[in-house]
Each structure stands twice: as structure tokens, then as C-alpha cells.
């Protein structure tokens, strides 16, 4: 029972102790996440409908906080935003030189997973400028640098491509409308399949004179606005409906959608198709005329920025391509290094295989050379041996007959003597044979 409330005891005294030392962490950590979305929500409500002078300082204030914080992710998207924003109010040098902040600061920290926002911002400042060229190629490009890895930012490109396509290239718009559509369906977003729709429908709608395909992109629009759903987006719901009186006839009635709705598409563009289809020339030459007055202000506008922005661009890109030549280089050096390491290798290799082969045959040389000497000595000592019998011999003989021919103990007759100076003169000549064989061997040698 004792050691049981010791346990208690213990236990409630550690509980005490990390509720001290973590809550204090704990709870700064939550009172800087709900400051981060306070800043997130000021931020979204001044983007929506704010003056512009009050979101770019909470802008700069919200960017400069998740650098602080080491949010760059999200820094990044903001700052994605910030641009969007430019473009939306037609600020076209800003939002370039948004675009291009963005890029160095990502190629800066190396984060090139997030490249992609600064290359679609790129492709949405040359379509807000009209040039459709340059922004396809951003868009195509953008698309090729975020993979899978943001959906709604490939479902917003493919959007803005069929958008800047809609006169030039219609098929091709619908075909990346229908991508969009697509990848919408694939991860279940109610919001960019109702934007899909209705962009593919305004596309059609721009082309499409006896509107069977319309009516079939409307029967399913209305189906699913008609499900209620939270996440379906009504932004086009004016063009949808302009554009179906217009098929039906209703020409007044669209003009009027037309004129009395934001229809976050080209309006005038709109107005133009309409009376094409009632057969108004007269009122589509004059709507054409108008348009062709916006777009000559909207042209006069961004030349004005088109030195800085040319300026921009050049900068960009040769930063991109010093980026690339630096890498070109860094691989060329690494293949030199790889070729001269694997030469030397090999090198080594064969010169160490000539030199063991080389020191094998040394000593293959030298073993037949010692063998070659000790087979010569071994010759010599029996020919040493050999010569001393035959030395021996000789003059045995020739001491034993002069002490006999010296002595005066030995009466011999003069026949006798005659017989054994022969003999004496027999074996010095041996002696001398000997000698003289001797005396040649040690020439040999």
C-alpha cells in the first residue's frame, strides 16, 4: 500500500513537472500559428477587396514574418500571390519584378521544387500583355517544372492557357480545359471542375455556331450547380447564362447578362459573339471598334513598361544561363576528373602487370642462372677431384722410380734403369697433359 502511493506520488510530481517545462513551448508555439493565420486572413481579405497601398504593406509585413520563422514554403506562395495581384491590377513592370524576386530568392535557397511559381507568374505578366507567344512558353514550361506535386497550380495553368488559346487555337484551348477537367475529377475538387466547365464552355461558346457542344458543357454545369455543393464555384454563372440565351435566341436578354454582370471573361469579346450570332453587324463592328480602343489604351500602358520589363527578362535569363554553363561545367570537370582517375587506373594496372611479369621473368632468369652456376661448380669440383687422381697417380710413379734410381741399396742393371727412365718420362708427360688441361680449364672460367 505504501510503495503504491509512493508510485502515486511520483507519478504526479513528474505530470507536474513536464506540465512546468513544456506548456510554457506549447503554448507559444499555438499563439504564433493563430498569429500566422490572423496575418493569413488580413492578408486574403485585402486581396479580395482592399486598397491597394493596405495590402502591399501586409504583404511585405506577412512575407518578411515567414522569413523570419523560416516558412519559406509558404513565403513563397505569398509572394506568388503578391504577384498575382500585380497582374490583376495591371501593374505589369511590378509584377515582374515580383516574378523575379521570387526566382532568386527560390534559386538562392536552393528550393527548386518551388521554381515553377515565379515561371507561371512570368507566363500570367506576358498574358496580361498581350504577348502570347512568351506566355505559352512560361505556362508549358511552369506545367514541366511542378510535375505532380501541385495540382491546382496545373489545373490554374492549364486554365490560363485555354484562356490566352480561346481565338487563336481553340481546339488546343479545350484540349487543356479538358486536362484540367480531368485532374479536377482525379483528386475530387468541386471548385477547379466548375472553373473547367465553364471555361471550356467559354471557349466553345467563341466558336461554336449551332451550340450543341455548349449545350452539353451547360447540362452539365447546371447539373452540378444544381447539387448545392459548398465548393462549387458561381464565378462564371453570368457568361453561362449569357451564352445560353444567345443560343436560344434570346439576344437582348444575353447583351443584358452581359452588361449588368462581372463576368470575370472578356466582356466585350462576349458582347461581339453575341451579336454574331443575331447577325448584328452593325452592332458587332461597333463593339469591335470599342475593343479595339481598350485594347490600344491597354497597349499604351505596357509599353511603358516594356523597357524595364525587357530589361528584367535579360537579366533572368542570363542569370538562368549562367546557372546552366555553371553546371555544364561543374559536370565537364567532373567527367575529366572521372576520365583522368579511370586512365590512371588503368595505367596502373598494366604497369603493374608488365612489372610483375617483368620480375617474374627476372627471377626465372636467375634461377637458371644459379642453377647453370651450381651445375658448374658441381663440374668443377669433379674435375678437381678427376685431376688430383690423375696428378696422384704420375707422380707416385715418377717419386718412387728416382728414389729407387737414387738409392745406392738397389744394384740395377743398366737395361733396368733404361726401363724406368722411360717410365719416369712416360708419367711426366702425363703430368704435363694434366696440367696443361688444367691450365685451359682455368681459361674457360
Not at 466558336?207 to 452539365?220: H, V
Request: aromatic share 12%.
Amino acid at each position: 500500500m505504501v510503495h503504491r502511493e509512493r508510485l502515486l506520488f511520483y507519478l504526479r510530481a513528474n505530470l507536474l513537472v513536464w506540465l512546468f517545462l513544456f506548456s510554457p513551448s506549447v503554448t507559444i508555439h499555438a499563439q504564433e500559428e493563430e498569429k500566422m493565420l490572423e496575418m493569413f486572413r488580413e492578408f486574403r481579405e485585402l486581396y479580395e477587396g482592399g486598397a491597394e497601398e493596405d495590402f502591399y504593406k501586409k504583404a511585405h509585413e506577412y512575407e518578411e514574418v515567414l522569413k523570419k520563422n523560416n516558412r519559406l514554403s509558404d513565403y513563397y506562395k505569398i509572394k506568388c500571390n503578391e504577384g498575382f495581384y500585380d497582374v490583376r491590377h495591371m501593374h505589369i513592370y511590378q509584377a515582374m519584378k515580383t516574378a523575379k524576386e521570387l526566382d532568386e530568392d527560390v534559386r538562392k535557397n536552393g528550393d527548386t521544387e518551388y521554381y515553377y511559381l515565379a515561371t507561371g507568374l512570368f507566363g500570367d505578366v506576358y498574358r496580361v500583355s498581350y504577348d502570347t507567344p512568351k506566355a505559352k512558353r512560361y505556362y508549358l514550361e511552369a506545367l514541366k517544372q511542378v510535375g505532380n506535386r501541385d495540382p491546382k497550380f496545373s489545373m490554374t495553368t492549364y486554365l490560363n492557357l485555354a484562356n490566352l488559346l480561346n481565338l487563336a487555337d481553340p481546339k488546343t484551348a479545350i484540349a487543356y480545359a479538358d486536362k484540367s477537367i480531368d485532374l479536377a475529377k482525379k483528386i475530387d475538387n468541386m471548385e477547379f471542375l466548375s472553373l473547367s466547365l465553364a471555361t471550356k464552355a467559354f471557349v466553345t461558346f467563341l466558336t461554336d455556331d449551332d451550340g450543341k457542344n455548349f449545350d452539353l458543357i451547360y447540362e452539365r454545369y447546371s447539373y452540378l450547380k444544381s447539387r448545392n455543393d459548398p465548393g462549387f464555384n458561381h464565378r462564371y454563372d453570368g457568361v453561362m447564362d449569357a451564352a445560353h440565351a444567345a443560343y436560344n435566341h434570346r439576344y437582348d436578354e444575353a447583351i443584358e447578362i452581359i452588361k449588368n454582370q462581372h463576368l470575370n471573361v472578356d466582356s466585350a469579346l462576349s458582347v461581339i459573339r453575341v451579336y454574331t450570332l443575331a447577325g448584328d453587324v452593325k452592332s458587332c463592328y461597333a463593339s469591335m471598334r470599342s475593343l479595339y480602343n481598350d485594347l490600344d489604351s491597354a497597349f499604351s500602358v505596357t509599353q511603358n513598361a516594356n523597357f524595364d520589363i525587357i530589361s528584367t527578362e535579360r537579366d533572368l535569363m542570363l542569370s538562368r544561363e549562367e546557372a546552366a554553363s555553371n553546371r555544364e561545367l561543374i559536370r565537364s570537370m567532373s567527367h575529366w576528373i572521372i576520365g583522368l582517375f579511370l586512365t590512371f587506373l588503368i595505367i596502373y594496372i598494366l604497369g603493374r602487370r608488365q612489372l610483375v611479369r617483368k620480375i617474374r621473368k627476372q627471377n626465372k632468369e636467375l634461377k637458371n642462372a644459379l642453377d647453370k652456376i651450381e651445375k658448374a661448380n658441381h663440374m668443377k669440383l669433379h674435375f678437381i677431384t678427376g685431376m688430383g687422381r690423375e696428378l696422384r697417380t704420375p707422380l707416385n710413379v715418377v717419386a718412387g722410380f728416382s728414389q729407387v734410381l737414387s738409392s745406392p741399396d738397389f744394384s740395377l742393371t743398366e737395361q733396368e734403369r733404361k726401363e724406368m727412365h722411360e717410365r719416369i718420362s712416360e708419367n711426366i708427360d702425363k703430368l704435363t697433359n694434366a696440367i696443361n688441361r688444367m691450365e685451359a680449364f682455368s681459361k674457360e672460367e
